[in-house]
């Protein structure tokens, strides 16, 4: 029981995080977060093989789960760089790999859709 109750707790941790060749996301590397891009994925090993999208390909690398970041949701609150300026917005949407924010401040006519390479978490 406990062998198959492991086995399920792999495979759920696996597909929940299923990113696909292409995808966006942020990678924990030395304590902070990147946004990154799948290269290649290894189901067997549950490997993911990583670009860092404002680096150099040599810092290429495989990583496993742990280090992939929970993806963002609907109703969190983020920074969205603007013309080399962060601003305070919250996302009220997702679709496709794509956040649809809403900048904290300013009327609906300023929401947009923006990528990862845009955002980030709220510094503290």
Known sequence: ????FSVLVLFFV???NAQKIGDKIEVLWNGSYFPATVKNVNE???KWFIGY???ADTWDEWITADRIK???KIGDKIEVDWNA???EAKIIDIKDQKYKISYVG???NWDEWVDLKRMRRPKK
């Open 1 to 4: 029981m406990k062998i198959k």
């Open 14 to 16: 696996f597909n929940s």
């Open 44 to 46: 067997k090993e549950k």
């Open 53 to 55: 999208d404002t680096y």
């Open 70 to 72: 929970s993806a963002y």
């Open 85 to 87: 300026s962060w601003y």
């Open 106 to 108: 300013y009327d609906s």
